[in-house]
Nanobody, 122 residues
Framework: QVQLVESGGGLVQAGGSLRLSCAAS????????MGWYRQAPGKQRELVAA???????NYSDSVKRRFTISRENAKNTWYLQMNSLNPEDTGVYYC????????????????WGQGTLLTVSS
């Protein structure tokens, strides 16, 4: 079992910046995909950004060129640097981790953090 703990959410004005952190209870070298999802009020959870063990990144169109996902293997932590925030970025941000497919299970193991709230005021 892997525990994920997010930190860094809060209240920020539009145009501001914030960095979220996700600390894993295990070496992130064991994790195939690390990412961030968010859930805005009244909406479904959506992928914001992801990074693979190989370093490939993926971003939703709404955050491209504003958000950057990165990781720090030595601290078993990954980050989401968020710039030029706008009120549409408001929501609960969840960090996410997935292993490679476990042969005995036929699927990857997935883990979620508890979520951290970001509120962007206009």
């Amino acid at each position: 079992q892997v525990q994920l703990v997010e930190s860094g959410g809060g209240l920020v004005q539009a145009g501001g910046s914030l960095r979220l952190s996700c600390a894993a209870s295990t070496s992130i070298l064991k994790i195939n995909t690390m990412g961030w999802y968010r859930q805005a009020p009244g909406k479904q959870r959506e992928l914001v950004a992801a990074i693979t063990s190989g370093g490939s990144t993926n971003y939703s169109d709404s955050v491209k060129r504003r958000f950057t996902i990165s990781r720090e293997n030595a601290k078993n932590t990954w980050y989401l640097q968020m710039n030029s925030l706008n009120p549409e970025d408001t929501g609960v941000y969840y960090c996410y981790a997935a292993t490679s497919v476990v042969r005995a299970l036929g699927r990857a193991l997935e883990y979620w953090g508890q979520g951290t709230l970001l509120t962007v005021s206009s």
